[in-house]
């Protein structure tokens, strides 16, 4: 079920395409709902696809695509392909445990612990990745081949990927990836900086997902990449 602000972002949306065939503006739809600031109309979008009711065409400014209606679960557009897109799950700092039924207790032992290896910059650089703070334990399911880690989000350069201030990142490490890809990428062995990559050539491109911020072009032995984005966790 989708909230009042949701509701109304996706209809604006989806009039939008019907009469124009080209999505709103940012601007636009903050305008169109009264928003004070385009972060809001991020987390609609965010909120939006994570529940199937549009997608974000990659490679493409501004291209939003309506897959269902509130009313209908019916896609609104056969092209159900998508390229990867975090995973997100709600924290659950704080709360009370419930008693859990046998198929609850199976599902936990599928848990695995995973380090909290300190703050990633997705704005500002920060320094070299800290040494482990604590663990946390993910679902199987959330994860990939491979050893994994964890990171805390500081900063805004990738929300329009999704990501935002103080979520956490769940990585794979490995030392190679692909253009497209979302890595950890350690700049100089000093700072440590959560961004796209792209492979231009000999150089390395690294790319915010917020037009606020340019894209940093480094030789390849000034960048090592520590790994890659495989799932995300934010806390309400």
Request: hydrophobic content about 40%; glycine content about 6%.
């Amino acid at each position: 079920m989708l909230t009042k602000k949701q509701s109304e972002l996706l209809r604006f949306i989806h009039e939008r395409l019907k009469e124009t065939g080209v999505p709103p503006s940012f601007d636009e739809m903050k305008d169109a709902l009264d928003l004070r600031s385009k972060s809001g109309i991020h987390r609609l979008i965010l909120a939006l696809e994570e529940r199937g009711f549009i997608r974000r065409l990659p490679n493409r400014a501004r291209a939003l695509e309506v897959l269902r209606l509130p009313e209908s679960s019916t896609p609104a557009s056969p092209n159900r392909n998508r390229k990867f897109s975090p995973s997100v799950i709600e924290g659950n700092l704080g709360r009370v445990r419930p008693l859990m039924n046998p198929n609850e207790e199976e599902a936990e032992r599928l848990l695995v612990a995973i380090p909290v290896m300190g703050r990633i910059a997705a704005g500002t650089p920060i320094t070299a990745l800290q040494s482990r703070s604590h663990t946390i334990s993910l679902p199987q399911d959330m994860l990939s081949t491979g050893e994994h880690y964890a990171l805390e989000v500081r900063g805004d350069s990738m929300i329009e990927a999704g990501i935002f201030d103080s979520d956490l990142v769940v990585i794979r490490k490995q030392d190679t990836a692909e253009t497209g890809d979302i890595i950890v990428a350690l700049i100089d062995d000093e700072e440590a900086t959560l961004k796209r990559l792209r492979k231009r050539g000999a150089s390395i491109a690294l790319e915010a997902a917020n037009p606020a911020y340019e894209t940093r072009i480094f030789g390849p032995d000034r960048v090592n990449i520590q790994g890659k984005l495989v799932s995300l966790i934010r806390k309400y």
